[in-house]
């Protein structure tokens, strides 16, 4: 079996991400279960899935068109997903994608964390002054199979998270990548592990 590790670096006094080891973190009934996904942003999606299809050496698990303007493909492994996100027309998510892309480039922009009872989750977090925004309900459809994802997240402050792009997401139970497809031999089977690239190791130890 192979892992796989991504890194993510930022320039300026703000953090970098690459990639987490899966642990439990217990508040109660809320919890962070894991890392669910990273968000990598491309200018072409089909540049990119290719690109990442023959480094994993596996086919992606979902294809999906955001009317706003974004496409996004998922390659769904056994402890956690990678997301590739690109600009597609000319609407509001396109230009949001566009403008980050023209400002950092390409790379991975968002690490986003598995949870239990995320409205209990944002409280705690809220607690602590991390500043979530509301909850929100996403739904994705599947291009080929019309197959549909439902889950509710928020989003931390980039302020109060170091410059990290930092979403909680509890996925509905009827997700259709709860399970990951079986990798092919000599496939990557899962993510290992994120890197924070920071210049305050400790606001960052005691940020995580």
Same mark, same amino acid.
């Given at each position: +079996?192979?892992?796989?590790?991504?890194?993510?670096?930022s320039?300026?006094? $703000?953090?970098?991400?690459?990639?987490?080891?899966?642990?439990?973190?217990?508040?109660?009934?809320? +919890?962070?279960?894991?890392?669910?996904?990273?968000?990598?942003? &491309?200018?072409?999606?089909?540049?990119?899935?290719?690109?990442?299809?023959?480094?994993?050496?596996?086919? *992606?698990?979902?294809?999906?068109?955001?009317?706003?303007? %974004?496409?996004?493909?998922?390659?769904?492994?056994?402890?956690?997903?990678?997301?590739? +996100?690109?600009?597609? $027309?000319?609407?509001?998510?396109?230009?949001?994608?566009?403008?980050?892309?023209?400002?950092e480039?390409?790379?991975?922009?968002?690490?986003?964390?598995? &949870?239990?009872?995320?409205?209990? +989750?944002?409280?705690?977090?809220?607690?602590?002054?991390l500043?979530?925004?509301?909850?929100?309900?996403?739904?994705?459809?599947?291009?080929?199979?019309?197959?549909?994802?439902?889950?509710?997240?928020?989003?931390?402050?980039?302020?109060?998270?170091?410059?990290?792009?930092?979403?909680?997401?509890?996925?509905?139970?009827?997700?259709?990548?709860?399970? *990951?497809?079986?990798?092919?031999?000599?496939?990557? %089977?899962?993510?290992?592990?994120?890197?924070?690239?920071?210049?305050?190791?400790?606001?960052?130890?005691?940020?995580?």
């Amino acid at each position: +079996m192979f892992t796989f590790a991504l890194t993510w670096a930022s320039e300026g006094g $703000g953090d970098a991400l690459t990639s987490w080891s899966p642990n439990l973190l217990f508040t109660g009934r809320a +919890m962070i279960t894991g890392l669910d996904h990273v968000v990598l942003v &491309c200018p072409s999606i089909d540049e990119a899935e290719a690109r990442y299809g023959a480094i994993l050496g596996r086919e *992606a698990d979902w294809r999906a068109h955001d009317p706003a303007g %974004a496409s996004s493909v998922i390659f769904q492994m056994d402890n956690a997903a990678l997301e590739l +996100m690109a600009p597609q $027309g000319g609407g509001p998510a396109a230009r949001r994608l566009n403008a980050l892309l023209d400002q950092e480039g390409p790379g991975i922009k968002t690490i986003v964390f598995a &949870c239990r009872a995320i409205s209990e +989750m944002r409280g705690v977090l809220e607690r602590r002054a991390l500043k979530p925004d509301e909850i929100a309900e996403g739904e994705s459809i599947d291009r080929a199979s019309a197959r549909l994802r439902r889950w509710r997240r928020f989003r931390l402050e980039e302020s109060a998270a170091a410059g990290v792009r930092i979403f909680l997401l509890e996925r509905m139970r009827d997700d259709p990548l709860a399970v *990951a497809q079986p990798a092919h031999p000599g496939a990557v %089977a899962a993510l290992d592990h994120v890197v924070v690239n920071t210049p305050n190791p400790d606001r960052a130890a005691a940020l995580y």
